[in-house]
């Protein structure tokens, strides 16, 4: 790469690179283009028949179209004249319905007035209901105001009575609870006295308990004092129990330890022997692996070898494979479309094709070329010999024969020939056997390489009667003049030579082949399609076996790998128990040593607790005697203790006694003088009592003598009420005679209106019953322009009247096949005539079928397209030839830009070579001559004092100077401003150090360079220093120096 970066050839590498990849991509294009412009050129050959088909029907469609508007037109004046009529019927009906609306108008005034008499009446009758309404409900309010006075004034004096019985009953009350506080307050002086007696007593008790509690805290003191004393004696003594009980444990310990010290010992002695013998067998476990880990690998590479081959040999069936599928889809393509040219009789021309398409004549029993089936290579002979007849339609006799030429003259179907089979005449061939036996070499009568279906051998003698196969045209020739002009020779390639010396030859212009031709065609590619599919089957089955073997073997690798990896597992297990075993031996050896040293101060601190034990127990005997003494004073002050405790209880119980009867005294005083104090309120409460009843007695008082006066108030006022009610009812009866004699002459006018809106809702019916029809008419006629329109998107109003001569116009414009069929105009017609006509256009379009009217659009689309994608494939293929021409040129540049470069790099590695090591030689050779573009660089390289070898045969420190020299023969050849060198003389020695700075400082002089180095020397021979340093963690410093 250095060296194409030093040439300046990476442009030109990458230019190539996108050139590369843009060939690729445009032959990929190519090749799908090419594809694409197959299989449109065989959609254009179906679309073709549809554009045809789709043409004939568009002119059959134009003239039932034509046919249909003159229809509609008619239609269109028929309602139209419907619609006129009903109109001016609907004009008569509404002239009369107006006039009876007049009369009608008059009538219902009068009944207007009639009612508006009756209204007023029934107005003011309704005032009077009203005013005798107001009446009655007043008398019932003043009657119901009255009793209810007269109630008012019996609960009065009822009420009355009760309060004043209440007074007596509350004054008696009063009197007894005055007494009740007179005695409440004589009990409350008794027990004021009681009080202060028990308060004398009182106070001469506690000054005597005052006494006895001094006295008793006195010996408290002096006994606490002396049990004090013997707390610290039982603590001593409990102490001393304390150390012998230590001592006594740590002798059970020190003697605990010796025993088990000895356990230790025995153990460690039985492990370390244990341990040497499962190491022994571990070693030589481990030893075993290797020889074990071995086998397995040698299996795992025959069995990776075996997969390898499997998979090749996968790989392969698999394109064998995918190259059969694509095979066999292009086969079943091919034989598809063979097959429906065969179906639609595409082969077939003029009245051939006509008949057989029809399928509707009676008798017909198919084409001779059905009925032939000939030899492998004999296809284009016997189709030169036959021609044209192989599309003679073989029929049952003569009568079917003349109708077929019949059904061909009425439908212009052209020109066909039909052979009768019953009535055919075998023909002779009084020749054959001069020409058979006439010793011609390579001559073969015809009718040997033929096979012919039972039945019709006649027939099919008849017409190749003295026809022979021939190798050539020049053995033809001299068949011909051997045996006279009676004979017709055919060679293999379809070259004929009639009994008259006609010669026929040459290429077929045309792009089909011949009916047996395309028949054996269809047989071989049939064939071959099968074959292929039973060699898609039979790879799917190979296939199949080989990845189930694949699998296989790839479990059996993943086996391999299993056992590989647990025999891992169990090697990697005994070097941790061996590892485990080595730490045990070394854990019981450290153990023994500790448990000997256990053994030994166990002993020796056994013979120190023994001595301890008996001077303690010296010291425990001297303090239990002291706490003897200090005991006995202790018992004494308790018992006098005892005798002022129960001297005290005494005195105690006294005082309790007598602050419990004082008390229970003043709260009997404090009790009385609330139940005096509810006494007075209750007292209180009866004077207000009474207060209040007699105020309630007076109010009664009071209140009965309003009610009295009102009653009499509302007796004088019912009888007013009663006579104005009188009055109004004679009012009433006045006014409901007059209205009925006004209701019934209203009545009279409405029956007289009713009869006049009877005959107006007769004629509304008739109105009605004749707009519907109007409405049906119009819509008949909106329903037909739509229909006209959405169907031929013609203005049928417009079209009224130019519709006959567009009848004729369209007749003569709109035939099939040239206008044989719309020859006759059909402007003067009439309408069963055109009915007539337009069925049998209908019948003819039914008849085509499926019609694709998009089929003449897409023809043409595609017509466009494959016109388009053929400009394409030119322009692609001009890409490919102008991207090869490219690449040539960026070949042959960098190839000579390189070969420059290399030289010049070459011959400056010349010089700084002995520079760098002081003498000596060395120079780039190129590793291939053949390209010097894929073509290796090789360094060789003499040091002074050494042979000429290659570079990687040098020591460490000549490979870092002859890369050194090689980078500055490639800067010279290539300079730049500045160049920066990152640690380039780490590897150098100090000799070698200077004439690396030598050179540097050399090349200093036309370029900068910046050196990133450690090296003292290089430091010395700079101009100017900068270093990055670290004082603080994570801050960095720049220091520069210049020299």
């Keep these: 790469i250095i060296f194409e970066e030093a040439a300046g050839i990476n442009k030109f590498k990458h230019k190539k690179e996108a050139a590369l990849r843009r060939l690729d991509s445009a032959r990929e294009n190519l090749t799908r283009v090419s594809d694409i412009i197959s299989e449109v050129k065989r959609q254009l050959n179906s679309l073709n028949r549809q554009a045809k088909k789709a043409e004939r029907y568009k002119h059959l469609r134009e003239e039932l179209k034509v046919l249909d508007l003159r229809l509609a037109s008619l239609d269109y004046q028929a309602i139209s004249k419907s619609v006129a009529d009903a109109a001016k019927r609907l004009t008569a009906i509404k002239d009369e319905d107006l006039a009876l609306i007049t009369e009608i108008e008059g009538a219902e005034a009068g009944a207007d007035e009639t009612r508006g008499a009756y209204s007023s009446l029934e107005t003011d009758y309704k005032g009077v209901r009203e005013r005798l309404f107001a009446l009655e409900k007043e008398l019932q309010t003043s009657e119901r105001a009255s009793a209810l006075a007269l109630v008012r004034i019996d609960e009065l ?65 002096e006994r606490s004092g002396e049990a004090a004393e013997a707390s610290r004696a039982n603590a001593k003594i409990s102490e001393l129990k304390h150390q012998i009980q230590t001592c006594m444990r740590d002798e059970d310990f020190m003697r605990v330890k010796e025993s088990k010290a000895d356990s230790v010992l025995n153990e460690a002695a039985r492990t370390l022997a244990r341990v040497e013998e499962e190491g022994g067998a571990i070693r030589a476990s ?200 009676a004979s017709a020779f055919v060679t293999l390639d379809g070259e004929t030579l009639d009994a008259q010396g006609v010669l026929t030859g040459g290429a077929s212009t045309g792009v089909d082949s011949g009916i047996l031709q395309r ?145 229970q005294a003043r709260e009997r005083a404090e009790a009385l003088g609330k139940e005096i104090a509810a006494k007075d309120r209750y007292v209180a409460d009866i004077d207000g009592r009474i207060s209040v009843k007699e ?21 004088l006022r019912l009888n007013e009420l009663l006579a104005q009610a009188d009055t109004v009812k004679a009012d009433e009866v006045s006014m409901t005679e007059r209205l009925g004699d006004i209701a019934a002459a209203l009545k009279t006018a409405e029956g007289g209106l009713k009869e006049l809106k009877a005959r107006s809702s007769a004629l509304q019916s008739q109105k009605v019953e004749v707009s519907m029809s109007l409405n049906e008419f ?62 049998e256009l209908r019948e003819k379009i039914g008849g085509l079928g499926e019609v694709s009217l998009g089929a003449l659009e897409e023809f043409n689309e595609l017509e466009r397209r494959y016109q388009f994608l053929v400009d394409q494939q030119a322009d692609l293929q ?14 042959r540049t960098t190839r000579e830009r390189f070969a420059l470069a290399f030289e010049e790099i070459n011959a400056r590695f010349k010089e700084t070579f002995p520079k760098f090591f002081s003498g000596g030689r060395a120079e780039l050779r190129l590793a291939e001559e053949t390209d010097v573009l894929e073509a290796g660089v090789e360094i060789v390289a003499q040091p002074p ?35 920066l060198l990152d640690e380039v003389d780490a590897p150098l020695d100090d000799a070698n150090i200077d004439r690396f700075n030598a050179f540097v400082k050399e090349m200093s002089l036309r370029s900068q360079f910046i050196l990133i180095t450690h090296n003292k020397k290089t430091m010395e021979m700079a101009d100017a220093l900068h270093g990055i340093t670290m004082e603080e963690p994570g801050i960095s410093k720049i220091i520069s120096v210049r020299f």
């Design 695 to 715: 105020r309630e007695i007076e109010s009664g008082a009071q209140e009965t003598a309003l009610r009295e006066e009102e009653v009499g108030v509302i007796k």
């Design 519 to 663: 028949r054996a065609e269809i047989k071989n590619i049939r064939a071959q399609a099968n074959g292929l599919a039973e060699s898609i089957g039979s790879l799917e089955a190979v296939i199949k076996e080989l990845s189930r073997v694949v699998v296989d073997t790839t479990a059996a690798l993943g086996s391999c790998k299993d056992r590989l990896h647990a025999a891992e597992i169990k090697r990697v297990s005994d070097e941790s128990r061996l590892s485990r075993l080595d730490e045990e031996r070394n854990r019981f050896t450290k153990a023994r040593a500790d448990a000997e040293r256990d053994k030994i101060d166990a002993a020796r601190r056994l013979a120190e607790l023994v001595a301890k034990k008996a001077a303690i127990a010296e010291e425990r005997i001297g303090i239990e005697a002291a706490l003897t003494r200090t005991d006995a004073r202790i018992a004494a002050l308790g018992n006098e203790l005892g005798r002022m405790a129960e001297k005290k209880e005494e005195v105690a119980k006294t005082v309790t006694e007598i602050k419990i009867s004082l008390a």
């Design 945 to 979: 004092g050494k042979r000429l070898q290659n570079i990687t045969l040098l020591s460490g420190g000549e490979k870092a100077l002859t890369a050194t020299a090689l980078i500055f023969a490639i800067f010279l050849t290539k300079p730049s401003p500045f160049c």
């Design 157 to 221: 004096g009822r009420n009355a009575q009760r309060l004043k019985d209440e007074i007596i009953e509350l004054k008696r009350n009063r009197e007894t609870g005055l007494i009740d506080i007179e005695r409440l307050r004589a009990s409350v002086s008794e027990s004021q006295t009681f009080i202060d007696g028990q308060k004398i007593k009182l106070d001469e008790n506690d000054k005597r308990l005052s006494a006895i509690n001094e006295a008793c805290k006195a010996m408290e003191d």
């Design 778 to 839: 119009e819509l008949s006629l909106n329903n037909l322009r739509e229909k006209t329109f959405e169907k031929y998107g013609v203005a049928i109003d417009a079209h009224v009247e130019p519709a006959v001569e567009a009848v004729a116009e369209g007749g003569e414009a709109g035939g099939v096949e040239g206008g044989a069929e719309a020859k006759e105009p059909l402007g003067d017609i009439d309408r069963a005539e055109m009915d007539k006509r337009r069925f």
């Design 286 to 485: 481990i030893s075993g692996h290797a020889a074990f880990k071995g086998g397995i690998e040698a299996e795992m590479q025959t069995v990776k070898e075996t997969l390898a081959s499997l998979d090749a040999e996968l790989k392969d069936k698999n394109i064998r494979l995918k190259d059969a599928r694509s095979a066999h889809a292009g086969a079943a393509a091919r034989l598809a479309t063979l097959e429906e040219m065969e179906r639609s009789f595409e082969n077939l021309k003029g009245g051939a094709q006509s008949v057989m398409r029809a399928g509707t004549i009676q008798g017909l029993r198919g084409l001779l070329a059905d009925y032939i089936e000939t030899n492998p290579g004999c296809e284009r002979a016997v189709e030169a010999a036959l021609g044209e007849k192989l599309q003679y339609i073989l029929v049952e006799s003569l009568k079917e024969g003349v109708e077929a030429i019949e059904f061909l003259k009425k439908n212009k179907g052209g020109r066909g020939s039909f052979v009768p089979v019953r009535d055919a005449r075998p023909m002779a061939s009084p020749l054959a056997m001069q020409v058979a036996g006439s010793g011609n070499i390579g001559v073969r009568e015809m009718l040997g390489e033929i096979r012919v279906k039972e039945g019709y051998e006649a027939i099919v003698n008849g017409l190749l009667a003295d026809t022979y196969i021939v190798d050539n045209i020049e053995s033809a020739l001299a068949a011909w003049r051997d045996n006279g002009p």
């Design 878 to 891: 001009r890409s490919v030839d102008a991207l090869m021409s490219a690449i040539t040129r960026i070949n």
